[in-house]
């Protein structure tokens, strides 16, 4: 575990937890917004789902469309928020970033992935590329309410 | 001028600029302007053959440049070019 931290907001979690149970048994994806401090600490204030637009089998894979990821892009260039990651689903497995998801990694991106087991969310972790390893480390996931840390995911 | 709009993930490279401006009267002239200036996004822009990487796309308003002429797409001042990286991922 690094000593990069997201705080994920009680109604991003919300969105994202029924964007996993609506699309399961296949992948659900969106993007995240909000800020980053200074530090580099990240506050997840929006989450917004869109179309899985991958052709075949989403019970395995997710796929945003370039045009939907041009308009995010545009959305927080208009509101003066930041893009700061993606979340996706793992339907029947763990949230643990796959050699998929670190093959087509974007530095920078938190790489949010929820657990849905048996269409019951199981659990949220997140994930950074560390660009010149190739490899992705895992930052720590807080649910907040308002400014305040109730409890870290596990 | 045209500009390029730089996608978030990748203005670590540009001085955390999120648009560039060019005089480049093809895709291909600006993007080269842009690799130019900010020499280290190119590798995350360009294989090796200075072609674009496949997990990279460049749009022009709404419209692909695969759909339209490629690097050979001509621009306007007030054209807008996107880079638009490829967000995909799944469970092994």
Redo the contacts between chains.
């Keep these: 575990m690094s000593n990069l931290i997201v705080k994920l907001s009680e109604e991003t979690v919300e969105v994202i937890n029924a964007d996993g149970i609506c699309a399961f048994p296949n992948e659900c994806c969106g993007f995240l917004y909000g800020t980053e401090s200074a530090s580099g600490e990240r506050q997840i204030t929006l989450a917004v789902p869109v179309t899985n637009s991958k052709e075949g089998d989403q019970r395995r894979r997710f796929e945003i469309s370039p045009l939907d990821y041009l308009r995010a892009e545009q959305y927080a260039l208009q509101n003066d928020t930041a893009l700061l990651g993606v979340y996706h689903s793992h339907p029947n497995h763990p949230a643990i970033a796959s050699e998929h998801d670190l093959a087509v990694a974007m530095p920078y991106f938190s790489y949010v992935i929820v657990s849905v087991m048996q269409g019951e969310i199981a659990d949220h972790k997140s994930w950074r590329l560390q660009d010149e390893e190739r490899v992705f480390v895992e930052e720590k996931v807080y649910i907040v309410s308002e400014s305040s840390v109730l409890n870290p995911a596990s | 001028m045209a500009k390029i709009?730089i996608?978030?993930?990748?203005?670590?490279f540009t001085d955390n600029l999120?648009s560039f401006e060019t005089t480049g009267t093809t895709v291909q002239e600006a993007i080269e302007q842009l690799t130019q200036t900010h020499t280290a996004l190119e590798r995350?822009l360009l294989d090796d053959s200075k072609n674009l990487r496949s997990?990279i796309?460049v749009?022009v308003g709404?419209d692909?440049i695969n759909s339209l002429e490629k690097g050979a797409t001509s621009v306007s001042p007030n054209t807008v070019i996107?880079i638009?990286?490829?967000?995909?991922?799944?469970?092994?």
Excluded at chain 2, 84 to 92: F, H, K, L, S
Aim: aromatic share 8%.
């Design positions: 709009i996608p978030t993930p990748l203005r670590k999120s995350h997990f796309k749009y709404e692909d996107s638009v990286p490829a967000i995909a991922g799944g469970i092994n």
